[in-house]
């Protein structure tokens, strides 16, 4: 006979015997058994490692978290070097847009992803990536979608500003926020995505009027130092606020296509435009416009991707990128400057315009191996900048031009 139990010793009593018409009662005692524990103790000492798992800060942002952040490009872009921390330069963290630096954000409802502090020892990069974040843009979709916000407020619900008398002497602030997007299908091997947006800011530069007299009710001429008749009309409250507008659109459309089974060709377009009225911050004798800028930026990026093996991908990027920026005076006369109360004017009838332009192209062969995985390829990079002046009324222009090429293996 043989008992056994979980736990306890496995009991046996060999030679049992059982004769006919009789009753055998067995007193079984089980014994605890022993208990067995495996202990696996290595060697090898803590060790500091390269590999991207390794990297406790590294940080992949997409889906309800992307939809967390601010849809606001310039909020956006501070929220994420927030949360990629210090950087390794002086420069500050780099930000890449489907690879390529220089290039603003795009509308937020165009990015699939961003990587923050993915690999900052990878050869690919210009620089040690800590604070380098990484941003990849939405491919198109085989079924038409698309989603369109508006965010602002309405001046009826601001309030007035106690140095300028009264509600109707301020000019009326607002903002207006519009962002939208759509994909789809072109044919059944390509596809598109387009995403825009539009930020109107219109605020006020509020001039604080106390200790400044005017030559009569209405007017906005100062009344000149010294003259001690001058101080019965303080500077008219329908004066006090200077206009100081603030526009930014974004149109960032893709197009992706594929060529049979093994070849990809995305194509992706930008274009960054704005101006924005530089405020007065306060009154000057015969209170001059301020000085107006403009700019615009429109990158072009193509990328291709072949499959020349199992293991094996080729991937080619190229980029163009154009930035125009001008800056216009609306008045020539000259800055008054009080220390410690305001400064007004100071444009100096200064016309100044900057064309810049940037050319990247990037090949990399990408081969995943048995228990290794190696990535070589090179870039090269060139940016020409023009810069033309009226300063001192004469013109004066630039043309500086700066070619990179890089090696790279890891």
């Not at 601010?70 to 990629?84: F, H, I, M, V």
């Not at 198109?140 to 916000?149: E, I, M, Q």
């Not at 219109?202 to 000149?224: D, E, H, K, R, V």
């Not at 009226?390 to 090429?405: E, I, V």
């Amino acid at each position: 006979m043989t008992v056994s139990m979980p736990g306890f010793a496995t009991m046996t009593k060999p030679s049992l015997k059982i004769t006919a018409g009789t009753t055998v009662a067995l007193d079984i005692k089980l014994v605890v058994g022993d208990q067995t524990t495996t202990i696996n103790v290595t060697s090898d000492a803590a060790t500091v490692s390269v590999d991207s798992d390794s990297n406790a800060s590294s940080t992949i942002i997409k889906g309800a978290d992307l939809d967390a952040l601010s849809d606001d490009p310039d909020e956006l872009s501070a929220e994420l070097t927030a949360l990629a921390g210090p950087s390794s330069g002086p420069n500050g963290g780099q930000i890449y847009v489907d690879g390529f630096t220089g290039g603003q954000l795009p509308p937020k409802s165009s990015i699939r992803e961003i990587r923050i502090n993915q690999n900052p020892f990878s050869a690919e990069y210009d620089k040690l990536g800590y604070g380098r974040i990484e941003v990849f843009t939405k491919p198109g979709t085989d079924k038409f979608h698309g989603s369109l916000s508006t965010q602002g407020d309405t001046k009826a619900l601001n309030t007035s500003n106690p140095f300028l008398g009264g509600t109707n002497a301020q000019p009326s602030y607002y903002t207006f926020f519009l962002l939208g997007n759509i994909t789809g299908p072109l044919t059944k091997t390509s596809s598109f995505s387009v995403a825009v947006s539009r930020r109107s800011i219109q605020q006020n530069a509020i001039i604080n009027p106390t200790g400044f007299f005017a030559s009569s009710a209405t007017s906005t001429t100062l009344c000149n130092p010294g003259d001690l008749t001058c101080n019965s009309f303080p500077f008219p409250a329908s004066a006090r606020a200077v206009l100081q507008p603030q526009l930014r659109q974004d149109l960032s459309p893709r197009f992706d296509f594929a060529f049979g089974a093994k070849n990809v060709l995305t194509a992706r377009y930008q274009y960054e435009g704005g101006n924005t009225r530089t405020p007065a911050s306060g009154p000057t004798p015969s209170r001059p416009p301020a000085p107006t800028s403009a700019a615009t930026k429109t990158p072009s990026r193509f990328r291709t991707r072949r499959r020349s093996a199992p293991k094996i991908v080729n991937e080619t990027r190229f980029e163009y990128q154009r930035a125009d920026s001008n800056q216009t005076a609306l008045s020539s006369l000259p800055a008054l400057i009080v220390q410690g109360i305001f400064t007004g004017g100071g444009s100096n009838g200064q016309n100044s315009n900057s064309v810049s332009t940037h050319i990247e192209i990037q090949n990399y062969t990408s081969i995943a191996m048995t228990t290794h995985f190696m990535r070589f390829g090179g870039r090269l990079r060139t940016t020409g900048e023009s810069l033309t002046s009226n300063a001192a009324r004469t013109a004066r222009s630039s043309t500086p031009t700066c070619w990179t090429l890089a090696p790279i293996l890891e």
